[in-house]
């Protein structure tokens, strides 16, 4: 099992530019989270996705959003791109949205 | 609103001298507190957890609901333990975490 999977791993984009991210969860996990970690900063939860639908989110706008596919992937979009959008971006797989987190790597957004 | 406060941004210890990473949180309800570490060019991963009450890696953390604090200690660090780790929240209800800003810490030989 190689673990929650993230792609791509690094990325460019420029202002208004839309993106999207992608997360496969650890196998026999079906809840998906996503945080966005700023450099220097920990990581902050934007929001998380269960049975396919968005079941807690943080304080982020709704340029940000997302999606669960039924085989429990999952994809961060993000919309109308700002330079304050660059960050490590964080997806997290649990067994029925349990209390423990397994993360991926990272996707790490440029926004020029 | 909860917060996590981990007043170190940088901790630098001599290999066998103790450590502790000071945590501490805001929060009204009943949280539940944990500590990721993330080592270098590695993913973060759970260290552990206040209700399990468990030595991991020599590491221990024990939840003082009086002083907000969840601090995390060992008693002789070793070369291998220079990471970054992150105290975190859970909220009574949900299961979103709120991260501290995260301590660098490095042993030295």
């Known amino acids: 099992d190689a673990g929650v999977t993230q792609s791509p791993t690094h990325l460019i984009k420029t202002r208004g530019q839309q993106v999207t991210l992608r997360c496969s969860p650890k196998?026999?996990?079906?809840?998906v989270s996503w945080y966005q970690q700023a450099l220097g900063q920990g990581p902050q939860f934007i929001f998380q996705?269960?049975?396919?639908?968005?079941?807690q989110r943080g304080n982020f706008p709704d340029r940000f959003s997302g999606h669960q596919f039924p085989n429990y992937s999952s994809e961060l979009n993000v919309n109308a791109l700002l330079l304050g959008d660059s960050a490590l971006y964080l997806c997290?797989?649990?067994?029925?949205?349990?209390?423990?987190?397994?993360f991926g790597p990272g996707t790490r957004l440029t926004v020029l | 609103a909860q917060r996590v406060t981990q007043p170190e941004k940088l901790l630098s210890v001599f290999k066998g001298a103790p450590v502790e990473l000071k945590c501490n949180y805001s929060?009204?309800?009943?949280?539940?507190l944990f500590w990721y570490v993330q080592y270098s060019r590695q993913r973060l991963q759970l260290l552990l957890r206040?209700?399990s009450r468990e030595s991991i890696k020599g590491f221990t953390a024990d939840l003082n609901k009086g002083e907000t604090s969840f601090h995390l200690k060992k008693p002789f660090a070793q070369e291998e333990d220079s990471a970054m780790y992150y105290c975190?929240?859970?909220?009574?209800?949900?299961?979103?975490?709120?991260f501290g800003e995260g301590t660098q810490l490095t042993v030295n030989p």
């Open positions: 975190a929240l859970r909220e009574t209800s949900g299961s979103r975490l709120t």
């Open positions: 206040h209700i």
């Open positions: 997290a797989s649990s067994p029925g949205q349990g209390r423990f987190l397994y």
């Open positions: 929060y009204s309800g009943s949280p539940e």
């Open positions: 196998s026999g996990h079906d809840t």
């Open positions: 996705y269960y049975e396919e639908e968005e079941r």
